[in-house]
């Protein structure tokens, strides 16, 4: 069992930045992945980046590359997700959650369905 727990959220102005931090109660396998989602109001939950505890593989949805970064810091057991130049369709409850199945392809390995734990979420609004 593993329990997240995200912060950071909050009202952000459109062009601005944020810091979202989830934080495990424990590393799972180094094999692992964490993942950021978001789930904007009457719409489904979609996957915005992930990371590898090792830190040897992330990825990002088309969306937010080239904006939001995630990285990790193993000493705490967090993994953080940088977002800039924001906007208002970045606004959104946002969840991190951790993957233990492998998954041989960018729709598995980006899909709800393969993530096990999951935090509350922490929600972030971008104002024009």
């Known amino acids: 069992q593993v329990t997240l727990v995200e912060s950071g959220g909050g009202l952000v102005q459109a062009g601005g930045s944020l810091r979202l931090s989830c934080e495990a109660s424990r590393r799972s396998s180094e094999s692992d992945y964490v993942g950021w989602f978001r789930q904007g109001p009457g719409r489904e939950r979609e996957f915005v980046a992930s990371i590898r505890w090792d830190g040897r593989d992330s990825r990002y949805s088309d969306s937010v590359k080239d904006r939001f970064t995630i990285s990790k810091d193993s000493s705490k057991i967090t993994v953080y997700l940088h977002g800039n130049s924001l906007k208002p369709e970045d606004s959104a409850v946002y969840y991190c959650?951790?993957?233990?199945?492998?998954?041989?392809?960018?729709?598995?390995?980006?899909?709800?369905?393969?993530?096990?734990?999951w935090g509350p979420g922490t929600q972030v609004t971008v104002s024009s």
């Open positions: 959650a951790v993957r233990n199945r492998y998954c041989p392809s960018h729709e598995c390995a980006t899909s709800t369905l393969n993530f096990r734990y």
